[in-house]
């Protein structure tokens, strides 16, 4: 199904046309725009964001860092401890939670829902390392790891052009019509819950079609909402490292679930608003959030405790999909009731827990 494929529909023709704007997302649950960002500014953040990947030694030495040249020894991923480290050091960085707040942004995201919004504090980069395919982000909607609304907005972009090979954002058009959460399962990929294809052309025949996405340039932008299915492609590229921004829009007044509105991945590594704001050179986009109108809601941990049994349940039969999960959970979270789960089944079959490099 990856080389079935088929080009985004473009919107630009009606980017200052509200009612059509919302008609296309109604009909085809996503807007893909041309150069909606300014190249300038995301090829800006790139040099900020990928500097540090290279201090942190996740680039090859002697390269140039905006160039993204990866070094395969150091793959890892959302759960690993080392990749939280590097991220969360990115993270503090005030140029990535300024861009989510660009007047392109912004506005578009405004006349799409029709009203006023917030773009939500929790921001999220994705960064992927090259054939690392099983740890790819898996088929997923987005509400089961962001809940707050169905109607809040998501928006994707590259940090750099992003084409094919190098595994961007893909589609299932159509799928938001559903109007209703699908059934997630276990996954190793981003997020770690997926819904598996051959179920949704099961229960919903119509989506038996290609997916929807392009080569992506620096600047080129996608926004769906929260129940629209997609999914990355793969980073088959030989040496360079993916990266992109998941940026979440949701209508002023409108609930918030409480962990959107704690640093992304605190809940696996600590990071404080603090501790990410220690360096900014302004005050400006400090704790922003709580001058906005929004009501903040517990976060519903149904999706993921789904998740986690059955990464109990594939370990138990010694699938090695399971065991690396358990083993990601005693090692990034020790203390917590999961690890004390996990451990108890790496035990029960014999699967001695081990450092973070031997998971990978």
């Not at 109604?26 to 040099?47: H, I, S, T």
């Not at 990928?50 to 160039?67: C, E, H, K, M, Q």
């Not at 390392?129 to 994707?156: I, K, M, N, R, S």
């Not at 949701?250 to 704690?262: A, F």
Request: charged share 30%.
């Amino acid at each position: 199904m990856e080389e079935d494929w088929k080009e985004f529909r473009v919107s630009d023709d009606c980017k200052n046309d509200n009612e059509e704007l919302r008609r296309r997302l109604v009909a085809e649950g996503y807007l893909f725009f041309k150069k909606l960002q300014n190249p300038d500014k995301l090829l800006a953040l790139r040099r900020d964001m990928t500097r540090s990947f290279y201090d942190a030694g996740w680039l090859v030495a002697g390269t140039n860092p905006v160039d993204g040249i990866a070094d395969p020894s150091r793959q890892c991923t959302e759960g690993d401890q080392e990749y939280s480290a590097v991220y969360h050091r990115m993270y503090r960085l005030e140029s990535f939670h300024q861009l989510p707040h660009e007047p392109e942004l912004t506005t578009m995201a405004e006349r799409i829902m029709g009203r006023p919004v917030m773009a939500l504090p929790g921001k999220k980069a994705r960064l992927w390392f090259p054939q690392f395919t099983e740890h790819t982000t898996p088929t997923h909607q987005d509400f089961v790891h962001y809940q707050g609304t169905f109607d809040a907005l998501t928006c994707w972009s590259p940090v750099g052009d992003c084409p094919i090979e190098l595994g961007p954002l893909a589609v299932l058009p159509g799928s938001h019509k559903t109007n209703k959460v699908l059934d997630h399962h276990f996954s190793l990929g981003a997020g770690g819950l997926v819904i598996r294809e051959d179920e949704i052309v099961r229960e919903y025949p119509e989506m038996n079609v290609p997916w929807h996405t392009t080569n992506f340039e620096v600047g080129d932008t996608l926004f769906f909402p929260a129940l629209t299915v997609h999914k990355a492609m793969p980073n088959r590229t030989e040496d360079r490292l993916r990266i992109s921004l998941d940026n979440r829009y949701e209508g002023e007044g409108d609930e918030i679930s409480q962990h959107m509105l704690e640093p992304h991945l605190a809940d696996l590594t600590p990071l404080s608003w603090e501790e990410v704001y220690a360096d900014w050179k302004s005050d400006d986009l400090k704790y922003y959030w709580k001058k906005a109108k929004h009501r903040a809601v517990p976060r519903d941990m149904r999706y993921i405790a789904k998740g986690f049994s059955e990464a109990l349940d594939l370990a138990r039969q010694r699938d090695q999909r399971g065991i690396l999960a358990l083993r990601r959970v005693v090692l990034s979270n020790p203390a917590s009731q999961d690890a004390k789960a996990a451990r108890a089944v790496l035990d029960e079959i014999g699967a001695a827990t081990v450092s973070a490099p031997e998971l990978l």
